[in-house]
Nanobody
Framework: QVQMAESGGGSVQAGGSLQLSCEVS???????????MGWFRQVPGNGREAVAT????????YYADSVKGRFTISRDNSKNTMYLQMNNLKPEDTAMYYC??????????????????????WGQGTQVVVSA
């Protein structure tokens, strides 16, 4: 059974940093390795949005425009762990953050503009609160 476990959230002031971690129990079956691992976030009343993704078999990454230059996604395949380093945090980054797995695209950047509905399963999330 695939399980995702997020950790590392907390409360910081604007301009601060946090590093989120995601432990992955196993990979989705049938993916043949063509997987994207990603971080997503959600605030109450809004849908879940993609923050950053990374291709499991390579270095291809994707970042939402709102976090480019501030957030860095990375993964350690040997530990089945994924990270999100968040620097220069802003109040608008306040959200529940989730990690998930999803299919890579065929053709073009494999993990760009991910379809959130194809990602999962989701962990319990980790809350990030950024105060002004």
């Amino acid at each position: 059974q695939v399980q995702m476990a997020e950790s590392g959230g907390g409360s910081v002031q604007a301009g601060g940093s946090l590093q989120l971690s995601c432990e992955v129990s196993s990979l989705r079956a049938g993916a043949a390795g063509a997987l994207c691992m990603g971080w997503f976030r959600q605030v109450p009343g809004n849908g879940r949005e993609a923050v950053a993704t990374v291709y499991k078999l390579g270095d291809s990454t994707y970042y939402a425009d709102s976090v480019k230059g501030r957030f860095t996604i990375s993964r350690d395949n040997s530990k089945n762990t994924m990270y999100l380093q968040m620097n220069n945090l802003k109040p608008e980054d306040t959200a529940m953050y989730y990690c998930g797995q999803g299919p890579a695209r065929v053709g073009g950047p494999p993990c760009a503009h991910p379809d959130v509905s194809l990602f999962g399963p989701w962990g319990q999330g980790t809350q990030v609160v950024v105060s002004a």
